[in-house]
DNA sequence: CTTGACCCTGTACTATAGTACAGAGTGTAT
DNA sequence: ATACACTCTGTACTATAGTACAGGGTCAAG
């Protein structure tokens, strides 16, 4: 089986190398295999793993956030209706993330437009129109 | 015109009383006009600015990009092209957000699907499908 | 057989975004 | 007039998410 160092995992993933470390350490990822010194051996699933973490972070989720994601992972120990109840209140939280965002693009297209107009008005378009929602 | 104050602030916005003074050192928000005795009269668009920055922050975004996406208010001090590619580049990061999240809402309801199929096989949907993407 | 590039552990430092507290002044309610 | 709730400033502490470094071991090339 293909196996991968630290420095080559980080590499790929594009992480800095002691962050694989800060990774095992939150249980991000599982203890890796070792060889027989104790070097650490990734596997592709890490690599996966690791992109995983790396784009929902850009995504806005914490590391926390981000470990819940990661355990609705099936386990046979659990029961469908506990995995189905979390990924549920996942995506929930998702949608009302893409439904700011989509509300936040209209703002920004609006100041693209009145821009290219050229109504300078000295009013601020993001804050008339984004202001409004308490509970996102 | 009607003010608050910094206490009233913090409790129609549902933040610590603190990060108002916070956010003003970190110039998020303009200093606010002071009493006689030197407390802080804040307005209906320090309440608005400061729905802005929590609404953006649940997106993801930093208190540096909040910054700039505050900065587009268009000043007539700027040219209008310059407030155009800046707004255009802001635009671009949120429309790559919600790619993303488009693509985590896909790989949520796959695995609620295959959840209510009860064909738990032990795969990690989420990682599968999630994995990817090197650039978000 | 040593030199350089890698690996190990533990610990310390950094940036971001707050949050709390001390010591002092203010404002009003009884 | 004195409590109490609020304000001010400055400074210190916290959590999150890394990032760096010291002191040592490993390994492959020359």
């Known amino acids: 089986m293909e196996t991968m ?7 790929e993933c594009g992480v800095n190398i002691e962050s694989l470390r800060f990774y095992e ?9 070792r060889s027989e010194v104790g070097y650490r051996l990734y596997s592709r699933e890490d690599a996966a793993r690791i992109r995983f ?9 914490t590391l ?6 990661l355990k609705l992972r099936v386990k046979k120990t659990e029961s469908c209706e506990s995995v189905l109840a ?3 209140t ?16 209209k703002v920004l297209k ?21 202001e409004s929602g308490r509970e996102l």
């Open 5 to 11: 160092t630290r420095s080559e995992l980080a590499k």
């Open 25 to 33: 350490k939150r249980r991000l990822i599982d203890p890796p295999k």
């Open 53 to 61: 973490i790396q784009n929902a972070k850009k995504l806005g989720f």
């Open 64 to 69: 926390n956030e981000i470990m819940e994601l």
């Open 86 to 88: 979390k990924t549920q």
């Open 90 to 105: 996942k995506l929930d939280e998702v949608e009302q993330k893409i439904k700011g965002l989509k509300s936040m693009k």
């Open 110 to 130: 609006q100041m693209i437009h009145q821009c290219q107009e050229a109504t300078l008005t000295g009013d601020c378009p993001i804050l008339c129109s984004f």
